[in-house]
């Protein structure tokens, strides 16, 4: 399993009051994909993700933080919404890029299992305001069949949503 660490960020002001190590986690699960993600707010305001997956397709994967807490494989992960956006772009290719929920793509190695971490920069944990991934619906991390282009509207030409976790407190 490789481990590997990106930064995604966005100039997305957060006002959300989140505290030091308020935490969201998830299942990942698709059509034979497994794993698990955590995401932790950090002292500094970012938040750290930590994405383990298993079962996924050799090469480049979109991976994205979608607006609401519902992943319905019947309706192939649609029922997540669109990316967590904000008023910005899709895309750090973009200008006025990226979205908040726009995640650096998976690079996969043949075995389909991978570990990365991200820092995110733009949300909160926090309950209430606008980039909170804590609200009435909740949130979801999408995992794409395909890369991420970082510049196409809205999403990336990321291909089919394969696999999805519901981002919950509890």
Sequence with gaps: MFRLIAIAGT?????????EGDQVR????????SGTVEMTETA???IL???MVQGLSEGEHGIHIHETGKCDASEQFKTAGGHVAGDMKHGVKSEGGPHPGDLPNLHVPADGSIHVSYFVDGLTLGEGGDMSLIDDDGAALIIHSGADDYETQPSGD????????????S
Excluded: K, N, P
Aim: hydrophobic share 50%; aromatic share 0%.
């Design 11 to 19: 100039l997305a002001a957060s006002t959300a009051m989140a505290a």
């Design 26 to 33: 998830g299942e990942i699960q698709g059509d034979g994909i």
């Design 44 to 46: 500094s305001g970012l």
């Design 49 to 51: 993700a930590d994405v």
């Design 158 to 169: 990321s291909g089919d949503r394969v696999a999805c976790a519901v981002l919950s407190s």
